[in-house]
């Protein structure tokens, strides 16, 4: 008899914890994209980093349509920037080591491609639009 009532009160507690671990989630992650010292597993880093490509993506394309800016070489000056700032973010912010997570040239891969093609609908619609 006692060992029903203690796994009840052991379900009960376990079910208090997932309710406070679930109501402070939200504060949780984002106190860990600025924690060097919290874990990353690959599939967490590809997913923050793609998307804070996404945002600098579409951000410098707003700004360049704006602008209005024309040219190539401001295409280059946003891979640098997009690189710069996930470069930044990893191995300055998080300070992670990379090796861990397959290097410099696949962190730095991660969400390149759709984040260009952002940026490039961005500011071509922008462009388009303000100047015509």
């Known amino acids: 008899m006692k060992e029903g009532k203690s796994s009840k009160s052991n379900q009960q507690e376990q079910h208090e914890q997932i309710y406070h671990q679930n109501s402070h989630l939200g504060s949780f992650k984002f106190a860990k994209l600025f924690d060097s010292e919290a874990s990353w597993d690959k599939d ?15 951000l410098c394309g707003l700004v360049w349509g704006a602008i209005p800016l024309v040219g190539g070489i401001w295409l280059l000056l946003f891979l640098a920037i ?11 912010i ?19 491609f759709a984040s260009l093609s952002l940026f490039l609908l961005a500011w071509i619609l922008v462009y388009s639009l303000s100047s015509f």
């Open 44 to 58: 967490q880093l590809g997913d923050v980093l793609h998307w804070i490509r996404q945002v600098v993506g579409l």
């Open 94 to 112: 998080l300070k992670i080591d990379e090796e861990d997570f397959g290097g410099h040239a696949a962190l730095l891969q991660d969400g390149l």
């Open 82 to 92: 997009s690189s710069g700032i996930v470069y930044g973010y990893y191995a300055l």
